[in-house]
Antibody
């Protein structure tokens, strides 16, 4: 059974940092692109970043470029999102998801999410 | 970047058919995928590629595409289908992903 479990969310002050983690199990992790998607309270889904199977390619939505870094450790079956210079508008539930092999925008399994709250 | 536009809300009578649409320039070149999200839960993929359903998704869910519009059709809507539905696709730049704003489906 495919499982994705996020952790690392919490309350942080504007300008602060958090490292989000996603533990994957139930599939050959190193064979899949992975992604982060976020959802602000009461709002829609927003794609944040993608990372290639071997970590050699990474893509970001413009609003987080230069502040967030996606990474992975295939030996630990883990995905990460380092979030720096956080702003109030980064407040959201952050989901990790597996990318389907057919296309980079088909997200076939999702975690339950971790909440990041940016507030003073 | 490109955008995907969805109607904010749609309603359907129990057992009837409803179509949820998603419009965007990128859809003339790429298929959309569709996600169902119920309150307090993570999204679930319901349709991807031309008209593929992941395992466990009822066959009353189907997808189609014409021009710059992708559609999710629920044939014989059930009470449990009441949820928010999101489309997504590839951005015109090729490396980014965009989501539609979501459609809240109410089953009457």
């Amino acid at each position: 059974e495919v499982q994705l479990v996020e952790s690392g969310g919490g309350l942080v002050q504007p300008g602060g940092s958090l490292r989000l983690s996603c533990a994957a199990s139930g599939f050959t992790y190193s064979s899949y692109w992975m992604t982060w998607v976020r959802q602000a309270p009461g709002k829609g889904l927003e794609w944040v970043a993608n990372i290639k199977k071997d970590g050699s390619e990474k893509y970001y939505v413009d609003s987080v470029k230069g502040r967030f870094t996606i990474s992975r450790d295939n030996a630990k079956n883990s995905l990460y999102l380092q979030t720096n210079s956080l702003r109030a508008e980064d407040t959201a539930v952050y989901y990790c998801a597996r990318v389907h092999r057919l296309a980079r925008w088909y997200f076939d399994y999702w975690g339950q999410g971790t909440l990041v709250t940016v507030s003073s | 970047s490109s955008e995907l536009t969805q109607d904010p809300a749609v309603s359907v009578a129990l057992g009837q058919t409803v179509r949820i649409t998603c419009q965007g320039d990128s859809l003339t070149s790429f298929y959309a995928s569709w996600y169902q999200q119920k309150p307090g839960q993570a999204p679930v993929l319901v349709i991807y590629d031309k008209n593929n359903r992941p395992s466990g998704i009822p066959d009353r869910f189907s997808g189609s595409s014409s021009g710059n519009t992708a559609s999710l059709t629920i044939t014989g809507a059930q009470a449990e289908d009441e949820a928010d539905y999101y489309c997504n696709s590839r951005d015109s730049s090729g490396n980014h992903v965009v989501f539609g704003g979501g459609t809240k489906l109410t089953v009457l």
